[in-house]
């Protein structure tokens, strides 16, 4: 892992990262997104689409499937739980994924 990954970005960097990552909200603690999809199955073949460029990056959301409603948190453990550049990264993963589903607009 590169020094620069794990530096944590200040308040200022995540406000600016948040303003390119569509959904997500959070803070230099971690960012947040709620994807609510058309229904369960939808839901986790998301997920598992997800799956290879998770392992890719070496870097893994905390994640909670509710039926149709898929909870989301980013933030880097070797950074003392704070967010990085390996979670803006991976957030912009996630929503480049979404082009392939139709989660529920607004969601």
């Avoid at 990954?5 to 948040?18: G, I, R």
Wanted: aromatic share 8%.
């Amino acid at each position: 892992m590169k020094p620069e990954e794990l530096k944590p970005l200040d308040s200022a960097a995540v406000t600016e990262a948040l303003r390119g990552l569509s959904g997500w909200t959070g803070d230099e603690h971690g960012l947040k997104r709620t994807i609510t999809f058309r229904d369960f199955r939808a839901a986790i073949a998301y997920m598992d689409a997800c799956v290879e460029g998770i392992e890719e990056r070496d870097h893994h959301p905390v994640w909670s499937n509710t039926y149709k409603s898929l909870d989301i948190h980013l933030d880097t453990f070797d950074a003392g739980h704070r967010v990085t550049k390996k979670d803006v990264d991976l957030a912009e993963f996630l929503n480049s994924m979404l082009d392939k589903f139709q989660p529920e607009p607004g969601r």
